[in-house]
């Protein structure tokens, strides 16, 4: 308990100190907080009305988006505790509770107030209310199954995933069964169908957004190709945010199951067929670390038999490594597979981890009883990398020592250029370096572009881009050397900046529609400049003709700073360009 609550301190703290910034979810969910929905086009409601609760606790501040993050934590923890406390021993739910702190795609969970923080929460939740129900099967435990299922559903469409996962349980524990011929369990699904009805209620009123939006985020729309690629790079991820050390233990505790329940329903099938009592079937997992463990808590049970009332029917505790088995392998391995066919961010297994954790925990105190005292170092060097993000967050706050270089895709005097001018000294004024603004210019900004992604991730090199750079490019041009979205960090939102049709004052039209009239008298007569190909000015001068039915004959520039020169020189005759380099004119 001192544990968790010098966590929770800790957490608390370093929200408060204000080191890190809000992710760009945390920011776009903290504006759905402003509007409260039964949904949203991409996420169900859930977080939206916990940033709600935590910003009218706090303000609209970084600490009230996050203060339910170490909060939702602490609870989390506690709860894996006592169940460990009742199920085995309390030090295997701080062995947990000490690996997930040490596990970078669960600790970033617990500073951070997104979706994946909430997802666990319930995730776990409906786990554990879930083990119990099964184990007893009252029906209030069903009823707070279903409940937690249904607020993870609320919170992430992953979240439903886990009634899979309980249906393997059932497929392959055959005493859990029984529990079907009950009302708790239907009763738990449909507490679970009613978080439906939000999302349906919204996407039926909103020209179901969310399936589209699915069916573009899952890769669905594109024809199906092998992509070898995405698997490495999951792999690769998940190798380092799921933490090298504790990731052995977990396949070794998922191997040493799957090994049981190949053992008990291939190799003996006619116990498998005997349909025994469950306080008469042997254990699963025959192998000497789990007899270990069958035989601990054999004697716990008994010494504990005056104190609680011990169920008719025990289930061997060997179930449980099962039960965890089928909470987390699942959902990890459907995106480990999905992965041949469309990328899978490392994040969306995240629910799995703890289970898989919990899974570990209990093989490693089997081995630990069993002599095998390897397990130690794997769970001390498991620590000590789950510190090196501790040590670079501190090294990173000296961040930056040296010159920042901004790199601007377009000319001087243009609109971009214009606000990285404008906010280079007070950078300088708030980390004491210089900026350097460096102008690389051509191609619609994908030259400069691209310098910014080859450059080194160290932060020194930083990019102003918008939407031409980084949505329209990327989408006429089949080649550009960089992908728009995985060579690039978002970091804020400087300004926003408004495209203009501007012509000269002594033209012989004095408003917007004598000039439409003009253009459609004079067709393919009228020279239309822009800031390149495929910027924003081009695709809304096509779409300026496209409306009025006019012609026009584009003039590309390199930006529009150039191109207001020529204007307001009588080179060209209109231009829908950005307001900056006019306001002088």
């Not at 990285?420 to 572009?449: C, D, M, S, W, Y």
């Not at 310098?451 to 550009?480: C, E, K, M």
């Not at 008298?521 to 800031?531: D, F, I, K, L, R």
């Not at 009588?570 to 950005?578: A, T």
Request: proline letters at 6%; one cysteine or more.
């Amino acid at each position: 308990y001192l544990v968790i609550g010098a966590l929770l301190i800790f957490r608390l703290w370093f929200i408060a100190s204000g080191a890190l910034n809000l992710s760009e979810d945390e920011a776009y969910q903290w504006q759905w907080s402003k509007r409260l929905a039964l949904s949203y086009f991409s996420k169900p409601p859930l977080i939206a009305y916990t940033q709600w609760l935590g910003t009218h606790l706090w303000g609209d501040t970084a600490f009230g988006v996050r203060f339910l993050a170490p909060c939702v934590t602490a609870l989390v923890s506690l709860r894996l505790l006592r169940f460990f406390g009742r199920e085995a021993t309390a030090r295997l739910g701080l062995f947990v509770v000490l690996a997930a702190t040490a596990t970078p795609l669960l600790s970033v969970g617990a500073v951070l107030m997104t979706v994946d923080c909430l997802s666990v929460l319930f995730w776990t939740l409906a786990m554990l209310s879930g083990w119990e129900a099964v184990q007893t099967g009252k029906t209030r435990s069903w009823l707070l199954t279903g409940l937690w299922l249904a607020l993870g559903f609320l919170s992430k469409n992953t979240n439903a995933f886990q009634l899979v996962s309980f249906a393997l349980f059932f497929a392959l524990w055959k005493p859990a069964r029984a529990s079907l011929r009950t009302a708790g369990p239907w009763l738990a699904l449909a507490v679970t169908a009613l978080a439906l009805l939000p999302q349906l209620i919204w996407n039926a009123q909103h020209g179901w957004a969310t399936v589209e939006h699915l069916h573009n985020r899952a890769g669905l729309a594109q024809a199906w190709k092998f992509t070898p690629n995405y698997l490495i790079d999951f792999v690769v991820a998940e190798f380092a945010l799921l933490n090298p050390c504790f990731l052995a233990l977990i396949i070794g505790g998922v191997m040493t199951t799957i090994a049981a329940i190949r053992s008990e329903f291939w190799q003996e099938p006619a116990k498998a067929a005997n349909g025994l009592q469950v306080s008469d079937t042997p254990p699963l997992i025959e192998s000497p670390v789990m007899r270990l463990i069958n035989r601990y808590k054999a004697a716990k049970r008994a010494a504990n038999a005056a104190n609680r009332p011990v169920p008719a029917n025990p289930i061997p505790s060997s179930a449980l490594a099962l039960f965890f088995l089928c909470m987390g392998v699942p959902l990890f391995l459907g995106y480990f597979l999905y992965t041949l066919r469309a990328r899978v961010q490392p994040n969306w297994i995240v629910p799995a981890v703890l289970p898989l954790l919990c899974l570990a925990a209990l093989q490693a105190d089997a081995c630990w009883r069993n002599g095998v005292r390897a397990v130690r170092g794997w769970f001390l060097g498991g620590l000590a990398l789950g510190a090196l993000p501790l040590a670079a967050c501190a090294q990173a706050d000296n961040y930056p020592n040296k010159p920042v270089r901004f790199i601007i895709s377009f000319p001087a005097g243009s609109a971009t250029d214009q606000v990285a001018r404008l906010i280079a000294p007070h950078f300088t004024k708030a980390t004491g370096q210089t900026v350097v603004v460096e102008n690389t210019t051509g191609a619609a900004g994908t030259i400069g572009v691209g310098r910014v992604a080859r450059a080194a991730p160290d932060g020194y090199t930083l990019g102003i881009g918008h939407w031409s750079t980084h949505v329209v490019n990327g989408a006429i041009y089949p080649s550009l050397g960089y992908d728009v979205f995985d060579d690039f960090e978002p970091i804020c939102l400087l300004a926003s900046n408004t495209d203009l049709i501007i012509t000269r004052n002594n033209g012989p039209f004095a408003d917007l529609k004598g000039l439409i009239a003009h253009l459609k008298a004079n067709p393919e007569a009228a020279t239309w400049g822009t800031q390149g190909v495929g910027g924003p000015s081009h695709v809304g001068g096509l779409l300026f003709q496209q409306m009025t039915g006019t012609k026009l004959i584009h003039v590309p520039y390199k930006g529009a700073a150039p191109a207001a020169v020529d204007m307001v020189a009588g080179q060209i005759d209109m231009g829908i360009l950005n307001l900056p380099p006019f306001i002088e004119h």
